[in-house]
Nanobody, 121 residues
Framework: VQLQASGGGLVQPGGSLRLSCAASGSIFRVDDMGWFRQPPGKQRELVAT???????NYADSVKGRFIIFRDNAKNTVSLQMNSLEPEDTAVYYC????????????????WGKGTQVTVSS
């Protein structure tokens, strides 16, 4: 299973970016999907997650500014980031919990390669 992320870049404060991530490979079912980030010199932190049923969870720091959504048919998850702040500068990672076969459930956590988001004037 591979997760391919895209959409990072340089944006001015107050601007917007959309990150997208597609899961591919030997997939039976994709459960929770989400985005995490690692600011410079800091640990990786949760940004937002979404269940297969559409329930969303956001970090307090991004509530009201970021929106996570997914397409279950395409196994994709996206993050619309609005009103970006310099503090949002980080490497962003997509994440998915995937089961690769039917039968007893085994969910495996997969990570995509990070994509850099830089918010600067």
């Amino acid at each position: 299973v591979q997760l391919q992320a895209s959409g990072g870049g340089l944006v001015q404060p107050g601007g917007s970016l959309r990150l997208s991530c597609a899961a591919s490979g030997s997939i039976f079912r994709v459960d929770d999907m989400g985005w995490f980030r690692q600011p410079p010199g800091k640990q990786r932190e949760l940004v937002a997650t979404i269940t297969s049923g559409g329930s969303r969870n956001y970090a307090d720091s991004v509530k009201g500014r970021f929106i996570i959504f997914r397409d279950n048919a395409k196994n994709t998850v996206s993050l619309q980031m609005n009103s970006l702040e310099p503090e949002d500068t980080a490497v962003y990672y997509c994440n998915a919990v995937v089961s690769t076969s039917p039968g007893p459930y085994i969910g495996i956590n997969y990570w995509g390669k990070g994509t850099q988001v830089t918010v600067s004037s």
